[in-house]
């Protein structure tokens, strides 16, 4: 996404009545999705986080959304479709229907295999999950997208599982640790954009600042998965099918040059068809079949994320995420009589990593709560690069940590995984949170 999707992000205005009690539905919902997958896993059911999809799971918390509700049941309806097709919720669906089918043209036409073949021939076996990391990164922080940047690589990453006999989990954390490190550091990113206009910073110290929490947590990250990665045994690989390699090339290409995502993923599909034809007789027909295959794919994160879109404006407009705000901003006010910096960036972090939990989107999670982030830092004259760079932080700590979050849903739909495996081996937000955290506290002693 570029700045023109901040323009129609949610308008965070005054909801009718504020009160925790509006986020309710989102507690239904993780309690039933996590809740299940938790007690079947300890059962010993296979897939036990695939026994109640969270599509399925997140219908109950839309009724009682609903229920909690006082306008008249069309008003709320026409509130929930209003969410679900915000332009960033439409944004990410198209991304998921596009990466579904370049993914499954990819693997039929061979450019898998082939890129497969160039990394196991390239990387030494200590050092893909180390070197899955710092590709997902570089990409990244030249896209300015963790989505699309997991999008172009995840079905690199599926071959390299399969061939390698990697662990999904551990390599899903190598790319969403990744992606969350280079959208994060990122000047062209949706979240450094709307951080740095909600709180009149410039994108550079911005940088700066982040810069300093970031790369300390990106190379103790390196160091695990280099640490988890010691014991793979990497198999021969033939001839490598240079021409196979083609569509990966060019939409690395095009995501560097700042192509719009969707262009490069159309691409991506195109050529990677194209090159099947000329290899190997690819079809027409199949073509057109494995496109629908990809899109059904995803049908589950698509339909998930509309309405997660649909419930969080609901609990939106019930004020459920106001009453978070000003909760947060009051225990930081109390705080702050000890050290005012300090209360600020904790109220700041907070409101941040809390609203995005309910939000599952970080840009729009910075754009609901920067008002309030900008009064707190003025108030206690914190610097707009460090509330900037808080803010952030922390949203993309959090949004790294979601099983239900766009990032997570992503990878567990092209890897075959549950979503909670995937942030089960997230390394680096975690320990961003713990550096971020530790950092800031002795910059305001």
Known sequence: MTSADLKSAPACTPPENNSLFSLLPFIVFLGLFLGTGLVLTLQ??????????????????????????????????????????????????????????????????????????????????YLILPGLFLVAAFLATAMGTSMGTIAAIAPVALGFIESA?????????????GAIFGDNLSIISDTTIASTRSQGAHMKDKFKVNFKFAVPAALLCLAIFAFAGGSVTLPETGDI???????????????????????????????????GMVNNG???????????????????????SLFIGGLSELVRHQGGLAALTTKIRNAATRISKHNDKRAAGIGIATLAFCCNFFTANNTVSIIITGETAKDL????????????????????????????????????????????EVVMHAFYPMILLVVASIAFWRITK
């Open 44 to 125: 010993g059911v296979d897939f036990a986080f695939y026994q109640l999809p969270a599509s399925i799971a997140i219908i109950p918390a839309i009724f009682v959304a609903i229920w909690l509700g006082k306008d008249s049941i069309n008003s709320q309806i026409s509130q929930f479709i209003s969410g679900a097709g915000h332009q960033n919720i439409i944004t990410m669906c198209v991304i998921y229907l596009l990466a579904g089918a370049f993914a499954t043209v990819a693997k039929a036409t061979g450019s898998v295999d082939a890129s497969v073949q160039l990394g196991l021939s390239v990387f030494p076996e």
């Open 165 to 177: 006999n990697l662990d999904a989990g551990i390599v899903a954390g190598c790319i969403i640790s």
């Open 241 to 275: 099918e240079v021409l196979g390699l083609l569509p990966y090339l060019v939409i690395l290409a095009l995501a560097l040059s700042g192509v719009n995502v969707f262009v490069v993923l159309v691409v991506g599909i195109i050529l990677a068809a194209a090159i």
């Open 282 to 304: 690819y079809q027409l027909a199949t073509w057109v079949s494995d496109i629908n295959k990809g899109f059904a794919s995803m049908q589950d994160i698509f339909i998930l």
């Open 377 to 420: 830092s003025t108030e206690a004259d914190l610097a707009p690069a460090h509330s900037a760079s808080l803010l952030d932080i922390f949203a993309c700590i959090n949004q790294g940590l979601l099983p239900y979050g766009a990032q997570a849903l992503l990878l567990g739909a092209t890897l075959g995984i549950s979503p909670l």
